[in-house]
C-alpha cells in the first residue's frame, strides 16, 4: 500500500540521499513545510522567518517498508537533541521535526521520542508536529546529490554527518529496533 512520510532534519539534500537508499521507498521530494507562506522560495525558507523547515516528503510502499522503519532511519541519522538545527545547519528552517499525516504516526513518533529520551539520557528536541502543507523545492536541489556530486560529497563530509553515520547512527538505530514496539 501507497503511504506518505513528511520528515525535516536539518539540511533536505542529505536526507533525500539517504531515504532514496531504502528498499519500498517509491519517491523522494525535498521541499518546505510548516510554514504559513505560501509558496516560499529556498531564498525565503533560508531567511528564517517563514515558519518552513526543510523537510524530506516520502512516499513508501507500506508493504515493503513501514512508517516505524523510516521513522527509526530519521531518529538514527539526525542529532536529536539539537533544537537550534542540524549540524553545521543552526536555525529555525534546520530543526528537527516529524510532521505526522495520522494519528498512528503521531503515536509511533511519541513513543519513539520517549524511548530515545531514555536511551540518550537527554530531551530529544524533535518536534511532532501536524502536517498542513508541504511545497517542493526548486527543481534544482531535487536529486542534487546525483546533479552536483563534488559539491554534495563535500558538504556531507564537512557537515559533521559522516561521523555521525559512522559513529551515533548504528546504536541508536539499533537500540530503536530493538525497543520500539
Known amino acids: 500500500m501507497k503511504e506518505v512520510a513528511v ?3 536539518g539540511c533536505f ?3 533525500q540521499h539517504h531515504f532514496d537508499q531504502i528498499k519500498g521507498v517509491l519517491e523522494t521530494t525535498v521541499g518546505y513545510s510548516g510554514g504559513n507562506l505560501k509558496n516560499p522560495t529556498y531564498e525565503k525558507v ?5 515558519g518552513h523547515s526543510e523537510a524530506i516528503k516520502i512516499t513508501f510502499n507500506s508493504d515493503i517498508v513501514t512508517y516505524k522503519d523510516l521513522l527509526i532511519e530519521f531518529l538514527s541519522i539526525i542529532d536529536p537533541t539539537n533544537e537550534m538545527g542540524q549540524f553545521c545547519d543552526i536555525g529555525s528552517q534546520y530543526e528537527p521535526k ?4 495520522s494519528d498512528k504516526q503521531k503515536e509511533l513518533a511519541e513513543r519513539a521520542i520517549k524511548i530515545l ?5 537527554k530531551k530529544v528536541a524533535v518536534k511532532i508536529v501536524k502536517f498542513k502543507n508541504f511545497y517542493p523545492a526548486e527543481p534544482y536541489h531535487q536529486k542534487y546529490y546525483e546533479k552536483q556530486p563534488k559539491l554534495y560529497n563535500s558538504y556531507l563530509l564537512n557537515s ?3 561521523y555521525h553515520f559512522s559513529h551515533i547512527t548504528p546504536k541508536v538505530k539499533e537500540f530503536l529496533e530493538n525497543n520500539l514496539k
Not at 533560508?46 to 517563514?50: C, D, E, H, K, V
Not at 516529524?98 to 499525516?101: A, S
Request: aromatic share 22%.
Open 7 to 9: 520528515f525535516a532534519g
Open 13 to 15: 539534500w542529505c536526507m
Open 46 to 50: 533560508l531567511s528564517g522567518i517563514t
Open 98 to 101: 516529524i510532521f505526522y499525516l
Open 117 to 121: 529520551e531514555g536511551f540518550l539520557k
Open 160 to 162: 559533521g554527518r559522516v
